[in-house]
Every structure is written in C-alpha cells, then in structure tokens.
C-alpha cells in the first residue's frame, strides 16, 4: 500500500534528523521562534540572530587532545530512564549511518547494553567496531551532543577502553567551556531592564497578582506565584504536578521515571520528578497556599494544578504560557530559564547584603533543586 502525505513527510523528517542532526535541530529552533513569535507579538525574531544561530553550528578547527593513560571508570552500568534510552540509540543510529552509509536494522544489542541487559559482543564489534579506529574522525564530524552520547554508551561496552580514553579528555572540554560561558554571564539593556521589572518581593507580587486579576485567566495566575512566590524551579516540575487530597506515598525507585508524577498536598509540594532524581518535600508560605487554594477550588483527586481541558501542557503550552503571563503583568516576554535566573540573582544579593545567611542560601538553592555552588554559578 502506498504511503500517505503525512506518512512520507513523516519519514523525510526522520530522515533529516538522522542525516543532519544540528541543521535539523537549527530549523525547527527558528520554526519554534516564529511559532511564538505568532503567538506572542512581542517577541522578535531578527536576522541577526538568526545568522548567529547558523554560525555556531560551524564545526571548530579540530585539535588532537592527549588520551586519557588510564581509564578513570569500570563499565558504566547506571541505570537509564527509558527517554534517556530512546535519545541513546537514536544518536547512535545517526553515527553508524553517517559512517556506514547505510541504516542500522537490527538495533537489539546496543538497546540491551542499555538496560543493562547481556549483550552480543562480537555483534557490537562488528557493528560499532569502526569507533576504535575512527574516534578522532568522529570527533570532527560529529556535534558536542553526539559525542556525549556517544561516551556514555561506549563506557558501557567491554573493549572499549581506548576510545574511551580518547574521547574523554574532548567531554571534560566540552563542560569546562559550558562551566566557562555559564559563570560569564553578561546583563545587556534587555536583561537589565526584565531584572529591574521583576520583583520577587511578596508585597509586590501580591499587589501584582490582585492588579491583574481579572485579566490573568487561572493558569496565569498559578503559574505567576508558582515561579515568583516559591524558590523558582524549573518550570517543567509544575507541567507534571498533580493535585492530591491523600498524602502521596513515597515514591519507589521501582516506578519508572516517566510514570512518576509531583503533588500538591495540603500546603505541601512533593517532588518526585526532577533532574537530579531527589525526591524532595517542602512547605509552602501560607499566602501562596491561600492562592492556590482558591485557584483549584473545582478540580478533582490527580487533576494536573496546570492545565488546558482537563491535560497536562505540553512543553510549548508551558513556554508560551509563562511568556505571556510576565508580558502582561510586566511588558516584557520573560522565559522561565530567565525568571529561575534572575531569582537566583535576588537571592545571592541579599546574601551579599547579609539579609540571608549562607545556611538560609543553601537551603534556597535545594528548594530551587540546585545544589548551593551551581546556584553561585547560575545567578548574575
């Protein structure tokens, strides 16, 4: 049976992602720009930007660093979630078809190594065996995602010592400049102008909150205080947050991650879903409850606190929602990362004011799911 139109645009996609990855990935972030540019009129999207975009997927000259004399770890057997998984063969199916011309049909061994299962061997080898003798190829060919795919599968599989060693001292590059750029951070007009805009004072927020109140719908609302009225995490924790009128139960490392979800709970947050995979639990000030409170008044047991009809948002609904909302309390379109920033910035000032203490900072930072050294290296 021949193929449908979305069917065919479907594989051309797919296609495209395994061919070129950082193009593919280049046109759906200018995609995405204009999608919220129709959304939300006041974000721009300007050529200048978006040739920067194209020049930073330029491969870098290539510089031949000195291996690793020992390897500086066993077989890496941590536990993978299954996204996780997912993203781990697919990068590696992009490298064989890259090499080798061809796709890769029978992926069954590599998922094995994966989840941590026992594997072929010479199957591998005879599959993968071309990274012993071309890393450095790779290397130059290949984005600073891929390659940090591709180590943390190879730790995985025996014999793969050298390339390892190869490939390590490239990984460690990779985060020392990441470490770099974050900790040299630099406020322009704009930024400075959200920062001076935004105030993470309870007064304000609440004099903001009762302003606007007739023209905030309710995930609006929630989303306001949730980012400004409680130490600011990463947006996404709220997009799996349920409510709950039964405390939840612990949740075991036997649930898969993707079926965790985090609760509100009688003026408590429980997170079981974050990036460092901590399970966390904290109270809420007395104000934002109240506001809460009031906002879910009509949902039900295992209702999502945020939602449209009844379902949880997707990542875009989120990022657009909470854009929004800050355009129309404070006339600029500011993102979540930005608001988490600009928070952390709020908190090391009064720290550096000696309004908070370092204890008091600490404790901030694991509310905000950071440890207290990234929150240094994530504020202004």
């Known amino acids: 049976m021949a193929l449908t139109l979305a069917e065919r645009k479907k594989r051309y996609i797919e296609k495209q992602k395994l061919l070129n990855y950082d193009e593919y990935k280049l046109k759906q972030k200018l995609k995405n720009k204009k999608y919220y540019a129709s959304k939300i009129k006041h974000i721009e999207t300007d050529n200048n930007k978006e040739n920067k975009d194209t020049e930073e997927i330029e491969k870098e000259e290539f510089i031949l660093l000195e291996p690793l004399k020992k390897r500086i770890n066993p077989i890496n057997k941590s536990k993978l979630n299954i996204n996780t998984i997912q993203l781990y063969v697919k990068t590696m199916k992009k490298i064989y078809l890259s090499y080798h011309k061809r796709e890769l049909n029978d992926d069954t061994d590599l998922t094995n190594i994966l989840y941590n299962k026992p594997y072929n061997l010479d199957n591998i080898n005879s599959q993968f065996g071309f990274i012993k003798n071309e890393l450095y190829e790779l290397v130059k060919n290949n984005n600073k995602n891929d390659l940090r795919v591709l180590y943390s599968v190879i730790t995985r599989i025996k014999t793969f010592a050298t390339p390892v060693k190869q490939l390590y001292p490239y990984i460690n590059k990779f985060q020392n400049i990441y470490s770099e750029n974050r900790s040299n ?46 130490p600011t995490r990463r947006a996404v924790d709220y997009r799996k947050m349920k409510i709950s009128f039964n405390e939840p139960s612990h949740m075991s490392n036997k649930i898969k991650y993707q079926d965790r979800y985090n609760y509100y709970y009688n003026n408590m947050f429980y997170f079981y879903v974050t990036k460092n995979k901590k399970n966390q639990k904290f109270k809420l000030s007395d104000e934002l409850n109240n506001i809460i409170q009031t906002l879910i008044k009509d949902k039900k047991q295992d209702d999502f606190l945020i939602s449209i009809d009844n379902k949880q948002l997707t990542q875009n609904q989120l990022s657009t929602l909470i854009m929004n909302t800050m355009y129309k309390i404070y006339g600029y379109a500011i993102s979540a990362v930005e608001i988490r920033r600009f928070y952390a910035t709020y908190i090391k000032s009064l720290v550096n004011q000696k309004i908070l203490t370092e204890k008091e900072h600490r404790d901030i930072s694991d509310m905000m799911n950071h440890n207290y050294d990234e929150n240094l290296l994530y504020a202004y």
């Open 185 to 230: 951070k630099v406020i322009d007009d704009t930024i400075q102008k959200k920062i001076d805009a935004l105030s993470f004072d309870k007064n304000d927020i609440i004099n903001n909150y009762n302003k606007y109140n007739e023209q905030l719908s309710s995930n609006e609302k929630l989303i306001y205080v949730l980012l400004t009225m409680f």
